[in-house]
C-alpha cells in the first residue's frame, strides 16, 4: 500500500464548513473567508478523520503565505478525529488573497494532504478604484476626475479638511454616507502648462489611527497636437531577412497615433525626412486622431544608423506643427 492516497487506506476528510469538493480547478478542498476586516486573525478548522486500523504520524505542515499557522496532532489514532486548526493573520494583507497548507505524514504509504483557504482582505479606510487621480487635459482646459473612500472599520470616520498643492487645481470631498462612504473630486487648473504634474493631496481625519490619508495626483496636460510616444522606433531591420519573406513587411513598422484638441485629424498632414520610410496616415472615427505608420521600402534600404524626424501639422497652423524623432538601424 505504498505511496497510496491517505483516503484509499481509510483516511477520509470531512468538513464542517461548505463543501469538501475541489473548488476553482483545485484538487483539493477550499474554504472561502469571504470578506474580512484588516488585522483580524481568521480561524478556521478542518477535520480529518482516521477510519482505519493503524495510527497515522503527522510530520509537518507547509505554508504557501507568510502569517498563516496551524495546529494538528502528531498522532491520529484509529477512528478519532484530528482537528487542523488553521489561523490566517491579515495585517499584512488588502485585497484578493489565497493560500494552502500541506499536511506530510511521517508514516510510510501517506501521500500529503493540501488544504486551501481564500478571502478579501478590506482595508479599514479603503479608495476605490486605489488612491490616485489620473486627469488628461489640453492646455486651457479645465478637467475634473473623481474617485470613492470606503470606512470598513466600525467607527466612523469623518474628513474635516482637505490639502492640495498650490496651482494644480482643487479637491473637494462630498459625504455620501456621513461617516462611511465619501467621493472626492479633483478639478485640475486650467493655467497649468504642457507636461506632467505628479504631487499629492492630503485628507485630515478624526481618525486617531489614520489622521492624514494621503491621494497621488496625476495630471497630464497636452498640446493642441498631441502625440502618443515621444519618438518613434522601427529598432533593427535586415534587408536580406526581408528579401527571403517579403511577407515580413507588413508587420515590420513604426507607428504613433496623434490626437488633435480640435478635431479635423484628417486635414493633419504627417511627412518623414528618411527617404526609405513611406508615411501611411489614416483618421479615425471621430476625426480626432491620427494613426500613423512608418513602412520601410525595401528596395531603398541600405546599411547604417539613421535618426530622422517625422512632422505632423496642419497647413493654416504651422506654430503648432508636431516634431517626432526616428530612429532606425539597418543591418548590412
Known sequence: MKNAPLWAIGMSILLGTPSADAQDGKEYPVYEFGELAQGVI???????RNQGNQTVEVARVDFSLAGVTAGIPRFIEPGTVAKLRLKWDTSTYVGPWEGAMTVRFSSPGHAPMTFGFSGTVRAPIEFSPFPAFYISQFAGESATRSIELNVNQ?????????????????????????????????TAAPTLPVGLHSDFGYLMTDDADQSELRVQLNIKVK??????????????????????????????????????????????????????????????DDDRRLGIE???????????????????????????????????????
Not at 466612523?156 to 465619501?182: A, E, F, N, Q
Open 154 to 186: 466600525e467607527r466612523d470616520v469623518t474628513i474635516k479638511s482637505v490639502r492640495i498643492p498650490p496651482g494644480l487645481g482643487s479637491l473637494s470631498v462630498d459625504s455620501l454616507t456621513h461617516g462611511r462612504h465619501y467621493r472626492l473630486t479633483v
Open 42 to 48: 481568521a480561524a478556521h478548522e478542518f477535520e480529518l
Open 223 to 284: 498640446a493642441d497636437l498631441h502625440p502618443s510616444a515621444e519618438s518613434v522606433e522601427l529598432g533593427r531591420l535586415r534587408p536580406a531577412v526581408l528579401r527571403a519573406n517579403p511577407e515580413m513587411l507588413e508587420f515590420i513598422t513604426g507607428s504613433v497615433t496623434v490626437e488633435s484638441r480640435y478635431g479635423k485629424a484628417s486635414q493633419l498632414a504627417a511627412t518623414v525626412d528618411l527617404d526609405f520610410l513611406e508615411v501611411v496616415a489614416e483618421a479615425g
Open 294 to 332: 512608418l513602412r520601410p521600402k525595401l528596395d531603398q534600404l541600405k546599411p547604417g544608423s539613421y535618426t530622422g524626424t517625422l512632422t505632423v501639422g496642419f497647413a493654416e497652423t504651422p506654430a503648432s506643427t508636431l516634431r517626432l524623432p526616428v530612429t532606425v538601424v539597418v543591418e548590412g
